[in-house]
């Protein structure tokens, strides 16, 4: 006996641009990830938060990050990376996979540079301690519940009294 609940619309893979699009919609929205490489040196785990600076429209993440953290020496053991964001109203999740580059490219130093940013890199924009780090996603996989936590958690109640799924959540993969 097949269940009515069995046949949710809710799973909507996306390829290409709509998951250049669902990238940047998250991202915009949590501004800040767990940044988390293959390996770990030193004290690291392997994990920790980082602040996005861009997403180009190839969906490449970009972020700045000293050239002498354990981050970019564990980048260059091994390029993997993994990315877990959460915007702030809990109604959108993302896990990326992908591969890290570091540069010092000072043309993307300076695109990406806000005064902020001093706090880390005390000599400013020409501080020689930035290194930039492209992202280049490769799949991952998004949650996305359209009207956030009350509203979601409201429509869970009411569909248990009444013995109905009420879920407005989308899911998917995401293919680059």
């Not at 490769?138 to 958690?153: A, L, Q, R, T």
Request: glycine share 8%; with cysteine; hydrophobic share 35%.
């Amino acid at each position: 006996m097949t269940s009515h609940n069995e046949h949710d619309n809710n799973h909507d893979n996306l390829h290409g641009h709509d998951a250049i699009k669902k990238i940047k919609d998250v991202v915009n929205e949590a501004e800040s990830c767990f940044f988390c490489t293959a390996v770990a040196v030193g004290d690291s785990s392997g994990a920790r938060p980082m602040a996005v600076r861009k997403v180009d429209d190839d969906g490449n993440l970009w972020f700045l990050s000293p050239v002498d953290s354990h981050k970019n020496d564990e980048l260059k053991l091994d390029s993997r990376v993994r990315l877990y964001f959460q915007a702030p109203s809990h109604s959108y999740f993302l896990e990326l996979n992908g591969h890290a580059t570091i540069s010092q490219d000072r043309a993307k130093i300076e695109e990406l540079w806000e005064p902020i940013l001093k706090t880390w890199f005390t000599e400013g924009k020409d501080d020689p301690r930035i290194s930039v780090i492209k992202v280049i996603p490769s799949d991952g996989y998004y949650w996305n519940s359209k009207h956030g936590n009350i509203i979601g958690g409201v429509k869970m109640l009411v569909g248990a009294a009444i013995g109905k799924k009420l879920d407005d959540a989308v899911e998917g993969a995401i293919d680059l």
